[in-house]
C-alpha cells in the first residue's frame, strides 16, 4: 500500500492528513503551532501516525505546505497552500472553479482552471479586519471564547454595523457598540458580515466562476456560511466535519502521491533504458 502524508503548518494550527493510494483519508490530526514549528510538525505527524496505527517507514512521502512548510525538516518536498488548497478542494469537490479560504491570519481567493490549478489569486492586503483573528479578536471584546462565536451569532436580531476598513478602527467600533448597550450577539454578527463582505469583494478580484468552495478554520461557523451563500447568491460547496480544516494537507498529500508516480515512472524508465543499453 502507498501511502502519502501532507502536513499543513497553518499560523494558528498544524494540520496532517494521511492519503491511501485511493486518495482515502486514512488518517488526520490537528494541534496549535505554537512557536517550535517543527517540533509541532513532528507532533502532528506522530499523532496521525498512531491514530492510524501507522510507524514513519510506512509512509512513503510526505508533502509540507502552509506558511510554515519550510520549518518540516523531513518533508521530501513543499508546496505553496494556493496549490494545496486547489488540489485539496477539488479532491472533494471535482467542480470546484473558485476557492475562498479563511484562515486565523490569512484571506485568500483563487480562480481554477479544469486540471485545479490556479489561474488567479488575491489575498487580503494587510489588514487582519479580514481574517479570522479579527473575530477572534471581536469575541475577546466581547468576553466569549472563540468556541462560543457560532451559538453567539445564532442569537443575533439585528446585527450591528462594523466597517471599519482596518482591525484596529473595526475594534474601536465594537468597543463603541458595546459601550452604548448593543448586544455582544449583534455585533458579533455585526463583525462577522463586515468579513464576509470583505471575503466577496475578494471573490469578485479573481472574477469567480462557480462551483464555489469555502475552505479554512473559520468555516467552522455555520453563520459564516450561510452568509456567503447569502451574499453570492448561489450554493457554496463546504467541506463535511471539520475537513474544511485540513484541505490543504489533504491537497498535499494528494501532489505527493502524484509526484512519487513520476519519480517511480522516471525511475522504471531509466532501468528499462539502461537494460537495452
Known sequence: MTLTAGIDMGSTYVKVAILDEKNK??????????????????????????????????????????YGRYQVPFRDIQVTDLTAQAKG???????????????????????????????????NDKCAAGTG???????FYLGYKTEEIGPLVGTSKAPASV?????????????NHVSNGISPADVMAGAMVSLVDRAVQLLR????EPEYTLVGGILR???????????????????????????????????????LEKLRLKSDGNGERAAAA
Do not use: W
Open 25 to 66: 483519508l486514512i488518517s488526520r490530526s490537528m494541534l496549535n503551532t505554537g512557536f517550535r514549528l517543527a517540533e509541532a510538525a513532528q507532533q502532528g505527524y506522530a499523532r496521525a501516525l498512531e491514530h492510524a496505527g501507522l510507524n514513519e517507514r510506512d509512509v512513503n512521502y510526505i508533502v509540507s505546505t502552509g
Open 89 to 123: 478542494a477539488s479532491l472533494l469537490f471535482p467542480k470546484t472553479k473558485t476557492v475562498l479560504d479563511i484562515g486565523g491570519q490569512t484571506m485568500k481567493a483563487s480562480r481554477l482552471d479544469e486540471r485545479a490549478k490556479v489561474r488567479a489569486f488575491r489575498m
Open 133 to 139: 483573528a479579527f473575530l477572534e479578536k471581536a469575541a
Open 163 to 175: 466597517s471599519g476598513v482596518c482591525a484596529v478602527f473595526a475594534e474601536s467600533e465594537v468597543i
Open 205 to 208: 478580484r479573481v472574477k469567480m
Open 221 to 259: 461557523f455555520k453563520k459564516m456560511v450561510e452568509l456567503i451563500r447569502e451574499k453570492l447568491k448561489a450554493e457554496v460547496n463546504v467541506p463535511p466535519e471539520d475537513l474544511a480544516q485540513f484541505t490543504a494537507a489533504i491537497g498535499a498529500a494528494l501532489l505527493g502521491r502524484r509526484r
